[in-house]
C-alpha cells in the first residue's frame, strides 16, 4: 500500500522535471530492494543444494559447531576470571595465601588455556568436514565435465573451467565452515560479552554499544557490490591461468620465435587486470573494519565519560574495557560477514551453473551396447552445420527451482558480451553418402575445410548430425551406447597426446586390464619396444608431460601400440606421419600397415603414399563427395584430385 502510494505520487506527467527524477530515484532503488532479495533467495537456494555434500559430515559439523558456540560463550568468561583476579590483589593491606595467590594470578591464565582448546577441538572439526566437502564437490565437478560433449568444450575455456574445479571450490568448501562456523560463534560471543557486562553495568554498557550497529549498515550496502564485482574478479583470475597455460602448452613455439618478452608483456597485462579487479573488491571489503572501529570509538568514549562521573572503580571500569575490546572482533566479523557471504553465492552460482550443465550428446533410454561390431559404417545423406552447436543455452531457472529474476524498472547499462565463435565455419557437411566396408582401407583426400575431420567426429559421435543418419553394422549410432561404440574404434591422430606417466601406463590406457605380456606384444608390433628397452627404466620410464621426453615418432608409436592394444575393428587415422622425419615416417607406417590388417581403416590422408595403398579414395571438397575411385581413375576424371597430388595432397 506504501509503495503504491509513493508510486501515484511520483508519477511524472513530463517525463522531464524533478518529479521525475525522483520518480526515477525511487525506481532504482526499489530495484535494488528487489535485486537484494533476489540475491538472498537464490543464496537460500545454494544453499540448501549444498547440504547434499554435507550430509555424510553432519554429526562432525554439528559438534564442531557446538564446540565452537561453547568457545563464543566461554570468551564471557573472562570478566568474571578478571573481576576474581583483581578483586584478590585489590586487598593490599591483607596478606594472601599461597592458594589466594596461585587463584590471583592462574585465573586468566586457565580462561585462555580452556578457550585455546575448544577453538583447536572446533577448528580442527570443521576443517576436517572442509576437506570433505571440497573433496566431494571437485570430484562430481570433474565427473560432470567428463559426461560433457565435444561442443562444451569448445565454447568453455580450459582454464576457467581448471580455476572453477581448483579454486571456487574451495571457496564454496569453507563457506561451510569458516561462514557458518562465524555466523554460529559471532552473536553468541557478541550476546553473551554484552549479558555479562549489563550485569556489570547495563548504563555504561548501552553508552558503549550505542554507535556500533551504525556501522552494520555500510556492510549491507557494500554487500550488494561484491556480490556483482565477484564475477569480475572470476574472469579476471581465470585470464591470469589461461596466459599462464596457453604458455607452457605452447613454450616451443615462444621459443621458436623468440617470444618471451612479448609473453611476459601479455602475462603482466593479465596479471594488472586481475590485481586491479581484485583490489576493488578487497578495497570494499576491508572498508567495513574501520567503519567499526570508528563508529566504536565513539560509543567507548563517552562511556568513560559516563564512567568518570559516576566515579567508577578502576575494577569495574577494567572488566567492562576488557568486555569492550572483546566485542571488538566480533563486531568487525558482523560486518564483514555479509560481504563474505555474497562473495561465496557468486562462487556458489558458478559452481552450480556447472553441475546443471548437461551434455547435447546423451545415450538414449534403452542405448544398445555393442559387444564386438564388424565395422560396417554408412553414411545416409548427412548434414552437419557446427552452428547448430553454438554456445549452449542457459538453463531455464524456473526447471532447476530458481526464483526468476526480478524485472528492473531502470535497465542497467548493457555489459559487454563475451564473443564466442558460431560453430567450426558453419555447414561442414552438405548431404554425404558413403559406405565404408569392414576390412577394407578408405583414404580421405581434399583441401581444408572439405569435411574430412566432421567424418571422424561423426563416426566417434562426438557430434550428432543435423541431417541424415550414420550407422554402424546398420544401426544409427544414436540407437547405440556411446562407450560401448567409441570401445569399437581406433584412434591414431597426428597430434599424439601422452599422460605424465611411464610408458607402460601410457600404452595401457588403450585397455586398462591389460597383462604386461600384452603390453609388451602391443609395443613390438608397433615397432615401439626397440626404443623403449634402450630408456632409462625402460617400461616405467617417465615420458613428461605429454610425451616432452620422447622424440615425435617415438610418440607416435607409443600411440599406435596403444591402438594395438584397444584391439578395435575400426581404425581412424588421421595422417599420423605427415610431421614426421622420415625414418621415423616409414617406422611409423610400418606399424600402421600392421595395426589396419583386417579392420575398417578410415584415413585423412596428406601424403601419396597413404594414398596409394587404399582400396578406395574418397574426394571431398565443400562438405561433399566430390569424386571416389581408385588413384589411376582419379587421376583421370577429377580435376580436383589431380591438383591435389600435384601438391602432394596438401591440406
Not at 585465573?107 to 568436514?129: D, E, K, N, T
Not at 565435444?150 to 561451510?176: C, G, W
Amino acid at each position: 500500500m506504501a509503495t503504491a502510494a509513493i508510486d501515484a505520487a511520483l508519477a511524472p506527467a513530463m517525463p522531464i522535471g524533478p518529479r521525475a527524477h525522483l520518480r526515477r530515484y525511487w525506481d532504482i532503488f526499489r530495484d535494488r530492494i528487489d535485486e537484494t532479495v533476489y540475491d538472498w533467495r537464490t543464496g537460500a537456494y545454494y544453499a540448501n543444494r549444498l547440504k547434499a555434500f554435507l550430509k555424510p559430515y553432519m554429526l562432525l559439523w554439528i559438534a564442531g559447531l557446538v564446540a565452537g558456540a561453547i568457545y563464543s560463550m566461554w570468551v564471557a568468561a573472562l570478566i568474571p576470571a578478571l573481576q576474581k583476579s583483581l578483586t584478590l590483589l585489590e586487598q593490599h593491606h591483607v596478606k594472601l595465601n599461597t592458594w589466594q595467590l596461585v587463584i590471583a594470578g592462574g585465573a586468566v591464565p586457565v580462561y585462555f588455556i580452556v578457550r585455546a582448546a575448544l577453538g583447536y577441538i572446533s577448528a580442527v572439526w570443521l576443517m576436517q568436514v572442509a576437506l570433505g566437502v571440497l573433496k566431494d564437490l571437485r570430484n562430481e565437478l570433474f565427473r560432470n565435465i567428463q559426461r560433457m560433449s565435444m561442443d562444451f568444450f569448445a565454447y568453455n575455456d580450459s582454464a576457467k573451467l581448471m580455476q572453477l574445479v581448483v579454486q571456487r571450490t574451495k571457496m564454496v568448501a569453507s563457506s561451510v565452515t569458516d561462514v557458518v562456523g562465524d555466523l554460529v560463534k559471532t552473536p553468541l560471543t557478541i550476546v553473551s560479552v554484552i549479558v555479562m557486562m549489563m550485569t556489570r553495568d547495563a548504563i555504561f554498557t548501552l553508552i558503549a554499544m550505542a554507535f556500533i550497529p551504525l556501522s552494520l549498515v555500510p556492510g549491507l550496502v557494500l554487500g550488494y557490490v561484491v556480490r556483482h564485482r565477484g564475477r569480475a574478479e572470476d574472469e579476471a583470475e581465470a585470464g591470469s591461468i589461461h596466459v599462464l597455460g596457453e604458455n607452457l602448452r605452447g613454450v616451443h613455439v615462444v621459443k621458436s620465435y623468440a617470444r618471451e618478452n612479448d609473453e611476459c608483456t601479455r602475462f603482466n597485462r593479465a596479471s594488472e587486470r586481475e590485481n586491479s579487479v581484485r583490489l576493488q573488491v578487497r578495497k570494499v571489503i576491508e572498508g567495513v573494519n574501520p567503519m567499526v572501529e570508528v563508529f566504536a570509538s565513539f560509543g567507548f568514549g563517552a562511556a568513560l565519560v559516563y564512567g568518570y562521573y559516576r566515579g567508577m572503580g578502576i575494577n569495574t571500569l577494567v572488566q567492562l574495557a576488557a568486555g569492550l575490546f572483546l566485542l571488538y572482533d566480533p563486531f568487525k566479523k558482523i560486518g564483514k560477514l555479509y560481504t563474505q557471504v555474497q562473495r561465496i553465492m557468486a562462487s556458489l552460482e558458478r559452481v552450480f551453473e556447472l553441475f546443471d550443465a548437461s551434455p547435447r550428446i546423451t545415450n538414449k533410454p534403452g542405448a544398445i551396447a555393442i559387444a564386438s561390431a564388424r565395422g560396417r559404417i554408412e553414411f545416409r545423406g548427412v548434414r552437419l552445420d557446427y552452428r547448430k552447436y553454438g554456445r549452449p543455452p542457459k538453463v531455464n531457472p524456473e526447471e532447476i527451482g530458481l526464483p526468476p529474476e526480478p524485472t528492473l524498472r531502470v535497465p542497467h547499462p548493457k555489459p559487454v558480451k563475451e564473443k564466442f565463435p558460431e560453430g567450426k565455419g558453419g555447414l561442414a557437411l552438405r548431404g554425404v553418402d558413403l559406405t565404408f566396408e569392414p576390412g577394407k582401407f578408405y583414404a580421405l583426400v581434399g583441401p581444408s575445410g572439405a569435411g574430412k575431420t566432421s567424418i571422424f567426429s561423426l563416426i566417434l559421435r562426438f557430434y550428432d548430425p543435423t541431417g541424415g543418419e550414420v550407422l554402424m553394422d546398420g544401426q544409427d549410432l544414436r540407437d547405440l551406447d556411446m562407450h560401448s561404440l567409441r570401445r569399437q574404434i581406433g584412434l591414431v591422430s597426428q597430434e599424439t597426446f601422452l599422460f605424465n606417466d611411464t610408458v607402460r601406463e601410457n600404452i595401457r590406457y588403450g585397455l586398462l586390464d591389460a597383462t604386461d605380456e600384452q603390453i609388451h606384444e602391443a609395443a613390438k608390433r608397433a615397432h615401439a619396444d626397440e626404443f623403449i628397452q634402450h630408456l632409462t627404466g625402460a617400461y616405467e620410464a617417465d615420458v613428461g608431460e605429454n610425451g616432452r621426453r620422447l622424440s615425435g615418432g617415438q610418440q607416435q608409436r607409443i600411440s599406435v601400440a596403444r591402438a594395438f592394444l584397444k584391439n578395435a575393428p575400426v581404425l581412424l587415422l588421421d595422417e599420423a606421419t605427415s610431421a614426421l622425419d622420415a625414418e621415423s615416417a616409414a617406422k611409423v607406417q610400418d606399424a600402421i600397415d600392421d595395426l589396419a590388417i583386417g579392420r575398417t581403416v578410415i584415413a585423412i590422408a596428406h601424403r601419396l603414399r597413404t594414398v596409394l595403398r587404399a582400396d578406395e579414395i574418397v574426394v571431398m571438397d565443400q562438405g561433399l563427395v566430390a569424386a571416389r575411385g581408385k588413384h589411376e581413375e582419379l587421376m583421370l576424371t577429377s580435376p580436383l584430385y589431380k591438383k591435389l597430388c600435384e601438391l602432394e595432397l596438401a591440406g
